[in-house]
């Protein structure tokens, strides 16, 4: 069964100050996320759903329908507060959705085949989508999911601190935990650092973190759900509450519903965090085109 690739691209960017997932980075105006796609059809992938808000679908299809027609397949899924939320009544105060993990349960009608969940405004890299389209042709299973791993120090960005799931694994490679650390930064002796409440803590550059790529089978979204279920029990009255993917992840460990793979690769992540990376990007995306990683026009 042909795997499918899932693109969050429901999120405001708070930091970033308006809408990346549909920026101009690429020398012919290609968002972040059509290099993915590109990659992801390089790869193998035949079909991308996007998890979208629905306020804006029409000028997001808008721009992206008329690139990837005759291309790949295209799917749409709108995250709405009362998805897959069973009647539990949403507090009048709550305006977020409920985070990433919600996202991937709101395409439960749209995908029936084993999947790749990434982010719009993250550049993965090719090799990943390699690694992931095979990981899921050959070896993904109800017990058997996978996170795409990369070395922490091809992650920072210079003009701030960053948030990142530094994983833990056993002497298989299968994740054990991820520990999201908050602000994570290269201090001026060049060691990268993370600060929590207890003060400053060294890291290990070559630690495995999280880029929020991951791969499932469909009966992710059965577990999903329960968990949801569980959430909102505890946390459904909190009107800032989020019900990520690697709380998923890390029930599924726990409830030993089977393990999750840690696949390394040596691609060089980069994004758009913060407004001043916007140059960064361009130019690394300038040196791909340069150097014959992509063409100048990705869809000419």
Not at 35 to 48: E, H, L
Not at 293 to 300: D, G, H, K, N, V
Request: aromatic residues 12%.
């Amino acid at each position: 069964m042909q795997p499918t690739l899932v693109i969050l691209a429901a999120g405001m960017a708070s930091r970033y100050g308006s809408m990346k997932q549909t920026a101009s980075f690429g020398p012919s105006g290609e968002t972040i996320m059509e290099y993915s796609i590109y990659d992801a059809i390089r790869a193998g992938f035949k079909k991308v759903v996007f998890i979208i808000r629905e306020d804006f679908a029409d000028s997001f299809k808008g721009i992206i329908e008329p690139k990837l027609k005759g291309k790949i397949e295209t799917g749409y899924v709108y995250q709405k507060l009362d998805s897959f939320t069973g009647g539990f009544m949403v507090p009048q105060e709550r305006t977020k959705p409920w985070g990433t993990a919600h996202a991937v349960l709101c395409c439960k009608d749209e995908v029936k085949e084993p999947f790749a969940v990434i982010n719009a405004d993250d550049f993965y890299g090719s090799d990943s989508f390699k690694k992931a389209y095979n990981f899921l042709i050959n070896e993904v299973n109800e017990r058997t999911y996978c996170i795409i791993g990369y070395e922490l120090k091809k992650t920072l960005s210079d003009n701030g601190s960053v948030s990142r799931g530094v994983c833990e694994t056993d002497a298989q490679g299968n994740l054990t935990s991820i520990n999201e650390r908050t602000k994570i930064f290269r201090n001026d002796k060049g060691i990268i650092t993370y600060e929590d409440e207890s003060g400053l803590h060294e890291v290990s550059e070559d630690s495995s973190v999280s880029m929020n790529f991951w791969c499932f089978a469909p009966n992710a979204f059965v577990i999903t759900q329960e968990m949801f279920n569980e959430f909102l029990e505890q946390h459904g009255n909190e009107p800032k509450s989020e019900f990520f993917i690697p709380l998923v992840g890390d029930g599924f460990i726990k409830k030993d519903l089977g393990v999750i793979k840690v696949i390394p690769t040596d691609a060089s992540w980069f994004g758009v965090t913060y407004k001043e990376d916007a140059p960064v990007v361009q130019a690394s995306i300038d040196q791909l085109v340069a150097s014959g990683e992509y063409p100048s026009a990705l869809w000419a």
